[in-house]
C-alpha cells in the first residue's frame, strides 16, 4: 500500500512499508515558510528624539503636579521611644515596669483638616530579612482548618508552644507592634482649674487594603463563635491575648468584624516593609462635616501603653499625624521620579536633536522600489 501526499508541495509520501520513511516537509504556505509582508522600523536620531522629548513634556508636568501635591500634606512625628533621660516614657525601657503607662505632650502649630491618618513608624527594624519574611502560613491565615492545628514548617520556632499550635503562627505575626496609643486635645480650664482633656476618635476600620481583608485573611468557617473556632490553639509567645480578642471593642470573641485573622491592625502588620525604616497606619481620624479643623491649632496629650520593647536592638518609635489628598499620605518620591526621567528624557531629546542636525544630509533621497 502507498500513502500519497494530500496536496502537492505540503508532505511528501512516508515510503513504502518497511522502506526508510522519508522526512516530513513543512506546509507551503506563506505564514509557515515565512513569507509574509514585514516591516521594520529604521530608527534615526531624527525618528527617535520626538518620542523622548515627548515623554518630558508628560512627564516633568506630571512629576512637579505629584510633588506640590505632596508637599502640600501637612505632618507632624512625635517620637515616644524613652532612650533620652528626659523622655517620659524613659521608665517603660525597664522590662518590670509592666505594664506602662507613659504620656507626651505636644503642640500642633497649624490646624490639620479634612481627614487625618496616625501611624505608627519604627526605625532600624529589618522586616526584610528571608527567614523573617518567610516565618508565616497563608493557608492558616486564609482560614485552613488543616493548617490551624498543624501549621507549616515555615513557622519555627514560632509553630507550637505548650503543646499547642500556635494561631497565628511565625515570626512576623510573633512580632506584631502592640503598642496602644490615645490622643486627647488639651483645653485649659479657668485659673485654679486643671485642663480639659478632649478624646480624640479614633477610627479602628478601613485600615487594610480591600484585597488583604477580603481575599488573603480568613478566620476559620463555622457557625460557632469565633472563640470556639479557635479553640486548640493558642497565642503567639509574645501576644498578651489571643488572635479572637484583638480588637478591644468587640464582645471577646463572640463576633468576628474586627477580630481573628481579619483584625486590621493585624493585617497591616503582617504586609512587611522593605526598608528599615517605615511606617504602618494605625488609626483613621475622620474630617468634620462643619467647617472646624478635624484637629485644630493647639496643645494635645498623646497616652502611650508602651507594651512593644525595642531598646535592644535599638529600634526607635513614633506616631505620625498627615493630613490626606487624593494620592493619600505623603509620597514625595513619586513626583521625583517622574521628574527625573522627564528631564532625562528631556536631555537626550536635544542630544538627538542636535546630532540629527549636524550629521543630517538634506540632499539624501530614498528611492522606493516597487
Known sequence: MNHKGVNEGDRGPLGDPGGPAKAWRTDNTDFKQQRLPAGEPILTAGTVQPAFLAISL????????????????RELEVDYTGAEPSSPCRKCLSPEVTPC??????????????H???YYGLSNFYQNHRPYVKSRDDRQLHGDPQALLHPSKECEPYRRHGGLPIAPCGAIANSMFNDTLQLF??????????????????????????????????????????????????????????V????DGGDGGGGEENNGFLNEDFIVWMRIAALPTFRKLYRLIEGRSDSHATLPAGRYYLNITYNYP??????????????????????????????????????????????DHKYRDSNYTVDVAI
Not at 508628560?58 to 500634606?73: A, D, E
Not at 503607662?101 to 479634612?114: D, I, R
Not at 488583604?212 to 509574645?238: I, M, W, Y
Not at 513619586?334 to 536635544?350: E, Q
Open 58 to 73: 508628560l512627564f516633568v508636568p506630571l512629576g512637579v503636579g505629584l510633588y506640590v501635591t505632596s508637599s502640600n500634606i
Open 101 to 114: 503607662v507613659c504620656a507626651v505632650n505636644f503642640t500642633l502649630e497649624q490646624p490639620f483638616e479634612g
Open 116 to 118: 487625618v491618618l496616625m
Open 185 to 242: 486635645l488639651v483645653a485649659e480650664g479657668p485659673a485654679g482649674s486643671p485642663d480639659t482633656l478632649t478624646p480624640i476618635p479614633l477610627g479602628r476600620r478601613g485600615l487594610a487594603w480591600w484585597t488583604d481583608r477580603h481575599t488573603k485573611f480568613r478566620n476559620p468557617p463555622g457557625a460557632k463563635s469565633l472563640r470556639e473556632r479557635f479553640q486548640g490553639t493558642t497565642k503567639p509567645v509574645s501576644w498578651l491575648k489571643p
Open 244 to 247: 479572637y480578642m484583638l480588637d
Open 310 to 355: 525595642v531598646h535592644s536592638f535599638d529600634c526607635r518609635k513614633r506616631m505620625i499625624l498627615s493630613t490626606v489628598s487624593w494620592m493619600r499620605g505623603k509620597n514625595p518620591f513619586l513626583g521625583i521620579a517622574y521628574m527625573a526621567v522627564g528631564s532625562i528624557a528631556f536631555l537626550l531629546g536635544i542630544v538627538l536633536l542636535i546630532i
